[in-house]
C-alpha cells in the first residue's frame, strides 16, 4: 500500500510539474487549445482521432516554427477545424504567422456554421498582423457551407499560397476578410481555386479608412480564371472593399490562381507562365501570351513536337529571326503541327536584307513526315492562315498538308523549296500565291489547295515556290521603293565621295556606269518627264 501511494504521489507531482510548465497558444484546431504537450510528435494525431475528426492521416505542430503540418489528413468536424484568437487568452503566446505545410490529399471539412480556418480578433482590436503560408507538395481542399476562409478584426493580412494546389469551396464567400484594412495575396507556386456563391474572394473593410490591397505573382503564376481577372477595391459593392473582378469587372465567384499552360509545346516541352520568356532554357525561343507570338531566333529545336499548337490556341503568330531549324524526330509526326490553324501566321523577320530562314527536317523512311501540317477550327477565307516574308527549306520524306475541307493558306514573299523525292503539298481548299510563283515543277500550280504540275496532275516530288523578282522602280537609286531627292543625294555621295552605301541600282541609263546623266533621269522622273 505504502508503495502505491509513493507511485501515485511521484505521478500526481510529475504532472504537475508538466501542467505548470505547459505552454498555451492561440491556436485551436477543432476547439481543442493547442499547448506545448500536443504540440509533441503523436499527440495531436492522437486525440484527434479519439475524438473521431481526424478520420486519417496525421496533425502536428511545431511550436517553434509556428507550422502545422497535415500528412494525408482528412479532418470533418462540426467546429471550426483551425482557429486562431486573442480574446480572452492573456499570456498565451500568439500565433501571428502560421504556415500549413501540406502533404498528399488533405482535406479540411466542417458545417455552415464554421470555417475551416479562422483567425478572429476581439472586437475593436485592429492592430494586430496575420500571416497564412502554405507550403509543401500536397493537395489541400476546405469546404464550408458558409465561409472556409475567415478574418475578422487585423489591420493586415498576408495570403502566401507557395507550393499546394489549394481548393476552397465556400456557401457564401471563399475566403472572407472583415475589418481588415489592408489585404495581400501571393502567389509563389502551386494554385488556388475559390468559389462561393455571392463572391470567392471579399475583403470587408470602412471604405474611407481601406486601402485597396496586394496581389503580387512569382514563377509565372497568373490569375486564369476568370478571363482578365484583377484585383479591385469597389467602393460600392457592401460598402467598400476588396474584391476580384473579371475583364467585364463583374464581381467573380470563381476564381483560379495558377500556372497558365497555354496550350503550346516547343521541343516537346509544354509552354506555361513559368516559361515562355525561355522555353528552352537557351534565351533563343519565347513565348507572348499578349500577343500570341512565338519568336524563335536563331534557335535549333529538336524533338517529337518541335512545335505543336493544340486546339484551345488560335491566332498563333510564329515569328522566325535569323536562321531557325526544326528536327523532327518521330515519323508521321508534324514538324509544325497547327492542330487550331485559324489565323495562324509563320513569318520571318529581314535582317541586314536577308530573309530570314527556316530549315525544317524529318526523318527519312517508308513513311512521309508532315513538316507543316494544318488543322483549322471554321476555316475558310475569313480565318486564313499565312507564310510571310521567310525561306523555308524542308528536307526529308516530308509534305505540307492539311486535314480539313476548307483550310486556306496565303504564300507571301516567300521561298519554300523541298528536295524531298515523294513531296506533296496540299491545303484543302485553297492556296494563294502573292509575290511569289511556283517554278518547280515546271508550269505547275494550285487547284483547289493542291499543287499540280503542268498536265493538271496532282504534284509528287521535289517542288520549288520563290519569291517573285523585284522590280526595279525608274529613279529609285536606294531601292526603297519610290523616288524622292535621297536618291539624288545618293548619287552625289557616290559621285563625290566614291560613297555607295545607299546605291542599289544607281546605273539608270544602262550604260554600265554611273555618271550625271544619272543624276538627269532622276531629276526627270521627280519632274515627272
Known sequence: MKKLFTFLLITVMAFSASAEELEYYTLGICGIQIDSYLAQPQNLTRILTNQGYLQSGTVGFDPQTFTLTLNDAVISCPKSIIYISTHGYSGYTEVTSLEISVNGNCVLETDSSNSNISCIESVGNVTTTQDFIFTGDGTLTMTSGNIPFLTVNKSRVLYRFNGPDVTINGGNYGIYSTNTYDVKYEMLKGSVTVDGSRLAIWNFFNAGAGIAGEMEFGNGMEIIEPEGGHLVFNPTMYSGGVMIQDENNTAAKHVKIGVSDYGLKVGDIAVTSINRDDILGDGKVTYNPETNTLTLNNATITGDDCINVAKT???????????????????????????????????????????????????????????????????????????????????????????????????????????????????????????????????????????CNAQGQQYYGPYQILRSPAVAVPGDVNGDGQVTATDITALYNFLLNNDDSSIVNGDQDGDGFITSGDVTIVYNVILGN
Open 313 to 451: 490556341l488560335s491566332g498563333l503568330k510564329i515569328l522566325v529571326q535569323g536562321e531557325v531549324t526544326l528536327n523532327a524526330t518521330h515519323v508521321a509526326r508534324p514538324a509544325i503541327y497547327f492542330n487550331n490553324s485559324d489565323n495562324t501566321i509563320i513569318q520571318g523577320v529581314s535582317s541586314n536584307g536577308e530573309y530570314a530562314k527556316l530549315n525544317i527536317n524529318v526523318p527519312d523512311g517508308n513513311y512521309v513526315t508532315p513538316a507543316i501540317y494544318y488543322i483549322s477550327y471554321y476555316g475558310n477565307d475569313e480565318y486564313r492562315a499565312h507564310i510571310k516574308d521567310i525561306d523555308i527549306h524542308i528536307t526529308g520524306s516530308a509534305y505540307i498538308g492539311s486535314d480539313n475541307w476548307d483550310e486556306c493558306l496565303t504564300i507571301d514573299n516567300s521561298n519554300i523549296i523541298s528536295d524531298a523525292p515523294s513531296g506533296e503539298f496540299y491545303v484543302i481548299y485553297d492556296v494563294q500565291l502573292v509575290n511569289c510563283y511556283v517554278a518547280l515543277p515546271e508550269g505547275g500550280y494550285f487547284d483547289r489547295g493542291q499543287l
